[in-house]
């Protein structure tokens, strides 16, 4: 069911190429990778951490619950969705990939996961 939910993420994002549902400990739970030339799970484990970092911020300002990261490098742009307290959903794009539809997907995706999760 995940590695299912993640390659409807990330086919159906134009510029989309890989996603992974991944604890926030840095343990992939399921990857998908439509181009092997990118490590996912190594981008996950290192995402992670600054999405830790991101939810201990906005608790000290009192702001509600992190529920999305983005960030942007040359090469490329990775979406975050924190689906509970444990698991959150990356995907990878090219620059001039449909972040829209990627934040999008990743948000009606992670809901249908939390069954499977709990």
């Not at 990261?69 to 924190?82: G, P």
């Not at 090219?94 to 996961?113: D, E, Y």
Request: aromatic share 6%.
């Amino acid at each position: 069911m995940f590695r299912e939910a993640l390659q409807g993420v990330v086919e159906g994002t134009d510029g989309g190429v890989a996603g992974v549902l991944m604890d926030f400990e840095g343990i992939p739970l399921e990857t998908y990778v439509k181009e092997g030339a990118l490590d996912i799970e190594a981008v996950g484990a290192e995402v992670s951490v600054v999405v830790k970092a991101i939810q201990r911020a906005t608790e000290m300002l009192d702001a509600g619950e992190t529920q999305e990261v983005a960030f942007k490098s040359e090469r490329l742009v990775t979406l975050i969705r924190v689906v509970n307290e444990t698991y959150f959903l990356a995907l990878t794009l090219k620059p001039g990939g449909n972040l829209g539809k990627g934040r999008f997907l990743l948000r009606t995706t992670a809901p249908r996961l939390l069954p499977e999760l709990s």
